[in-house]
């Protein structure tokens, strides 16, 4: 099968990652997969919030943010001013989920890690690609912290990222531009760790159900597209 785009049902877009993008925050990146562009900076604040020392909780904290700008779609998408939408808040939740699994939080100490990933083009994918390069980003700006004493290398983890997956045409296919995501029968987001482990995985069927089989084919090519994925990431993370 050939995809609107000529790549093959099990290719990933082409994967550019871009580190110290922005030269302010501690981490920062500028990823790209195939039209898809977002920016992912990463802030480590000597603090954590409130809710943790009410509740006594020890160690640091990670969160995330996400935003679509206005021309980074078909159409304008107008700023967040009064409220965030429901689908804005999803996905700041799915990459704060994602990457707080990169981390130990313990070994962190009285800091939190902000991870803001603004979307400049959207064409499919965009949370994924934020987790994706917020991991980067993330990994980034701990490393100097690591690098001046401040933090043991053991408070990351493990790598952290995320493709699309689902079926177009009754054909399973990996990363999903947009359009093939506006007709897919199937919608899956997966996020995996580097052992091989399942973050989270988010499916929909958009039409009609779908079984246990097609399911597994859609996990199979998600982890053959995050294998890939993890190359990228430590190609440009071993040449910092």
Avoid at 182 to 206: C, L, P, R, W
Wanted: with cysteine; aromatic share 6%; net charge negative.
């Amino acid at each position: 099968m050939r995809r609107v785009d000529g790549r093959t049902a099990d290719e990933l877009r082409p994967v550019r990652i871009t580190p110290d993008y922005v030269v302010y925050p501690e981490g920062s990146v500028f990823i790209a997969m195939g039209e898809t562009k977002v920016l992912c900076n990463v802030t480590v604040e000597e603090s954590v919030p409130g809710w943790m020392r009410a509740q006594g909780v020890e160690g640091g904290w990670l969160t995330a943010e996400y935003a679509l700008l206005p021309r980074s779609t078909h159409y304008r998408t107008p700023r967040e001013t009064f409220g965030l939408r429901g689908r804005t808040q999803e996905i700041r939740r799915l990459i704060g989920r994602s990457l707080r699994a990169a981390v130990d939080l313990e070994k962190l100490g009285e800091r939190t890690c902000i991870v803001d990933c603004d979307v400049i083009q959207a064409d499919g994918g965009t949370r994924t690609a934020a987790v994706t390069g917020g991991y980067v980003a993330l990994a980034i700006a701990l490393d100097k912290l690591i690098h001046g004493g401040l933090l043991p290398a053991e408070v990351l983890k493990t790598g952290v990222a995320a493709v699309s997956v689902g079926v177009v045409g009754d054909q399973p296919v990996l990363d999903l531009c947009y359009e093939e995501d506006s007709i897919a029968e199937v919608d899956v987001n997966v996020v995996m760790n580097a052992t091989g482990e399942f973050i989270e995985v988010q499916g929909t069927a958009e039409g009609r159900p779908f079984d246990r089989q097609t399911m597994d084919q859609l996990i199979d090519l998600a982890t053959q597209g995050i294998g890939q994925l993890f190359d990228v990431q430590r190609t440009v993370l071993e040449g910092e």
